[in-house]
């Protein structure tokens, strides 16, 4: 007789996967419905209009339903449509990857899995991801992506600028991020007496290698989008930048890396002057997650408080969804 030999034991991290993506598909399907008011409208509009239209019929329709053209979330909206699937169970799925990526992205970091388990199911932003903002989702799964792979220098560049084209907020993010890097080297070769060249320009090609493909097919959208917020942002105070500023504070206690993050939220504030907060305050508290997630394994004082205060939130935001139909009433 012949011995079998059994298959290795499924490891503890793929059961966890499976089940809070499941959890989240499930999650997402049944809350989905609920979410008809706001910005789903337009959503909903653009995704039952382009059923049965061409691809570039489709376009047309599309953008006169959601007003500006993301070309990543238009792709997906017309081939599911194609295809005749439910749009609440397309998103449900999107959700699902993200949750899923996201863990992923936090485990490499070392982060505790119980924490991770809070982040996808009870953070405020990430809620917001899930039925609100349907468009920046997608760009924040090529992000997660981009630094899932970020040991591959080229794929995770690709992925980096998919993000970005799904949705220009994400520019925010990586303009950040290089300028942090141009500062520490500046830095750097100023304390050594050194003056490095080659990663300078390395750097500057990165930036102009990223930036122009950009800018070329989403020129005139980033600067629509730019234009519409700025004048929105002329009625908010400098008062306003009060939650950036704390989550600015917070960062700089858990990491010694001091002048990167200085940089870091100098383009971050700036950019909440000029076309107000409440659009980059996620993108500052991604950034300190970024840092105290990765002290302690995300156990630590600043995750626990914050992560208290958007748990809150997050009970009103489910509650406004079953009440008036959207998150924000």
Same mark, same amino acid.
Request: positive net charge; glycine residues 4%; aromatic residues 22%.
């Given at each position: 007789m012949s011995n079998v030999r059994l298959d290795p034991e499924i490891p503890r991290s793929a059961v966890i996967l499976f089940c809070a993506s499941l959890g989240?598909?499930?999650?997402s399907?049944?809350?989905?419905?609920?979410?008809?008011?706001?910005d789903q409208i337009a959503y909903t509009n653009a995704y039952n209009s382009a059923f049965g239209q061409n691809l570039v019929d489709g376009l047309l329709v599309y953008a006169s339903s959601v007003s500006t053209i993301e070309p990543?979330?238009?792709?997906?909206?017309?081939?599911?449509?194609?295809?005749?699937?439910?749009?609440?169970?397309?998103?449900?799925?999107?959700?699902?990857?993200?949750?899923?990526?996201?863990?992923?992205?936090l485990l490499q970091w070392r982060v505790s899995v119980y924490v991770a388990l809070a982040v996808i199911f009870t953070n405020f932003y990430v809620l917001v991801l899930y039925f609100t903002?349907?468009? +920046? &989702?997608? @760009?924040?799964?090529? #992000?997660?992506?981009? $630094? *899932?792979?970020?040991?591959?220098?080229? !794929?995770?560049?690709?992925?980096?600028?998919?993000?970005v084209i799904a949705h220009s907020q994400q520019i925010l993010i990586y303009a950040s991020t290089l300028f942090s890097s141009v500062m520490a080297s500046v830095s750097?070769? +100023? &304390?050594? @007496?050194?003056?490095? #060249?080659?990663?300078? $320009? *390395?750097?500057?090609?990165?930036i102009i !290698?990223?930036?122009?493909?950009?800018?070329?097919?989403?020129?005139?959208?980033?600067?629509?989008?730019?234009?519409?917020?700025?004048?929105?942002?002329?009625?908010?105070?400098?008062?306003?930048?009060?939650?950036?500023?704390?989550?600015?504070?917070?960062?700089l206690q858990y990491s010694t890396a001091r002048l990167k993050i200085i940089s870091t939220f100098s383009i971050l504030l700036l950019a909440a002057a000029l076309i107000g907060p409440d659009r980059v305050n996620?993108?500052?508290?991604?950034?300190?997650?970024?840092?105290?997630l990765q002290y302690k394994g995300g156990v630590n004082a600043g995750v626990a408080l914050t992560s208290f205060y958007f748990g809150l939130k997050s009970i009103y935001f489910i509650l406004d969804i079953l009440e008036t139909g959207q998150g924000f009433s």
């Open positions: 989240i598909f499930l999650f399907l049944f809350f989905a419905p609920f979410y008809y008011a706001g990543i979330h238009y792709l997906i909206v017309w081939t599911a449509s194609k295809l005749g699937l439910e749009k609440n169970f397309v998103m449900a799925i999107a959700n699902s990857i993200l949750a899923y990526l996201i863990i992923r992205v903002a349907e468009r +920046l &989702k997608f @760009g924040f799964i090529f #992000l997660m992506l981009s $630094l *899932l792979y970020s040991r591959q220098r080229k !794929l995770s560049v690709a992925f980096a600028i998919t993000a750097s070769s +100023l &304390k050594t @007496g050194t003056f490095c #060249l080659k990663k300078l $320009l *390395l750097l500057t090609t990165t !290698l990223v930036a122009l493909p950009v800018f070329y097919f989403m020129g005139e959208h980033i600067t629509d989008k730019f234009q519409y917020y700025n004048a929105d942002a002329q009625e908010n105070s400098f008062f306003r930048l009060w939650k950036i500023s704390i989550f600015f504070l917070l960062t996620m993108i500052a508290y991604c950034f300190f997650m970024f840092y105290a």
